[in-house]
């Protein structure tokens, strides 16, 4: 009895494995002439293509358990069926996916203030402008305030080149530039104008 059961359960999955085979292929010439299939989703990604495998093994499985004297025909129509539905919330996930990118660019990465263009990861502060090449003498954090308390948010490597945008007024911090925008806060003593050099000391 518990021989016979594993035959059948071995000729279902089979089955199953076999009709969900033809489904995708047939999903994939339906592709390939311009039809909608079940792995031409609009948006880029694999789930689709996972879930409607999936979806098809599932559904092949399914109808083959309550096919009894049609069980073929029963694993086709499940591995179809599954085939479409997996195939359906696999695109719906990466439309999802999709949408939270182009959500993400847009919103702003910058924003203006006191005469700057500031990254969005950093607080204002008042300036004086510099504008000019400043050279880090050490690696040193980037910070996201003019205060060593606040969040790191990049780093100069020694000998790195950068733009120094302005100094935060009645400190020595230094607003650092990236094409144009201010990207954080360093030091003054961690830095200096390129070409600068300092005496020796004996």
């Keep these: 009895m518990r021989t016979s059961k594993i035959k059948m ?15 995708l292929s047939g999903a994939s010439s339906a592709s390939a002439q ?7 989703c609009a948006a880029p990604g694999g789930k689709q293509e996972a879930g409607a495998l999936i979806g098809a093994l599932v559904g092949g499985v399914i109808g083959n358990k309550v ?8 694993t086709v129509v499940g591995a179809g069926v599954g085939a479409a539905a997996g195939s359906a919330v696999g695109c719906k996930l990466q439309h999802n996916k999709q949408a939270q990118a182009y959500n ?5 990465a910058t924003y203006s203030r006191n005469g700057y263009r500031l990254s969005s990861d950093i607080a204002p502060a008042n300036y004086n402008r510099i504008g000019d090449t400043f050279v880090a003498r050490s690696t040193v954090n980037l910070r996201a305030a003019p205060t060593t308390g606040s969040a790191r948010v990049g780093a100069l490597r ?3 080149r950068f733009q120094a945008l302005a100094n935060v007024r009645g400190t020595d911090w ?4 990236q094409g ?5 806060y360093v030091r003054g003593d961690f830095v200096q104008r390129e ?7 004996y």
């Design 158 to 160: 020694a000998g790195e």
């Design 174 to 177: 230094i607003l650092v530039g």
């Design 180 to 184: 144009g925008t201010g990207v954080g």
């Design 104 to 108: 993400s660019y847009d919103r702003p």
């Design 9 to 23: 359960i071995g000729r279902g999955a089979a089955a199953a494995v076999l009709a969900t085979a033809l489904t």
């Design 34 to 40: 311009g039809l909608n299939g079940v792995t031409n």
């Design 195 to 201: 070409g600068q050099r300092y005496a020796a000391r």
């Design 67 to 74: 096919g009894g004297r049609k069980a073929t025909l029963e």
